[in-house]
């Protein structure tokens, strides 16, 4: 699956703040610390029910996949990862995080922070 063509927040309508997967994590982080990813819906939540719910939730830095959890009706649209920064080497630069949450009846939306390693 294609994650270019992915929607974003654009007009901060509820329909955009269902599924938009807006990241929560610190700023700044050190080189090669680990910290918390929280990604979960922008303010309105998405219903989880028979025929239309999200399917998976996934993070990426830049390119690279980090990890993605695959969802059911049954479950929350809401996950925190654990994710390793850049280790030495990194510091003063910018890690790029693209989220992304996948709804079965309105396709792949995406959210992207930066961070900056220390
Ligand atoms: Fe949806």
Known sequence: MSCIDAKTMVEGTDF???HTPMIECKDTV???EIFEVKI???GVEHPMEDG???QFI????????L??????QYAKPEVV???KAPSEGHEGSVMKLTSYMYCNLHG????????KIE
């Open 16 to 18: 955009e703040k269902k």
């Open 30 to 32: 050190k080189a090669g």
């Open 40 to 42: 979960h819906t922008a």
């Open 52 to 54: 239309h719910f999200i």
């Open 58 to 65: 996934g993070l990426r830095m830049g390119d690279l996949p």
């Open 67 to 72: 990890a993605r959890v695959d969802l059911t």
């Open 81 to 83: 990862f654990y994710i």
């Open 108 to 115: 792949i939306w995406k959210y992207e922070k930066e961070i």
